[in-house]
């Protein structure tokens, strides 16, 4: 299993920019790395995610174009650039990574809060 600490929540005026880190520990290699939010009262849901090459990347159409998801394997770090902070994105931030090299989620780290001031 994989160990995820994550880090670089806080807060933030809407239309600002915000990097998220994540640290991983344990059985990375070849592992998907995912990033999940969750705002309050609702359910945790996608955000992005990378595979271990960093050649296949996807996000939610809600950060399409404003987010990025980056990943230093050498560092066991995975990465989560967020620019033009709406409101909305309010939430606790999550990593997560993969079991056997895909994206069954069983590994996650413990949250950071982030908070965009309108």
């Known amino acids: 299993q994989v160990q995820l600490v994550e880090s670089g929540g806080g807060l933030v005026q809407a239309g600002g920019s915000l990097r998220l880190s994540c640290a991983a520990s344990g059985r990375t290699f070849g592992t998907y790395m995912g990033w999940f939010r969750q705002a309050p009262g609702k359910e945790r849901v996608f955000v992005g995610d990378i595979s271990w090459s960093s050649s296949f990347t996807r996000y939610a159409d809600s950060v399409k174009g404003r987010f990025t998801i980056s990943r230093d394997n050498a560092k066991n770090m995975v990465y989560l650039q967020m620019n033009s902070l709406k409101p909305e994105g309010t939430a606790v931030y999550y990593c997560?990574?993969?079991?056997?090299?895909?994206?069954?989620?069983?590994?996650w780290g413990q949250g950071t809060q982030v908070t965009v001031s309108s």
């Open positions: 997560a990574a993969g079991a056997g090299g895909g994206r069954s989620w069983d590994s």
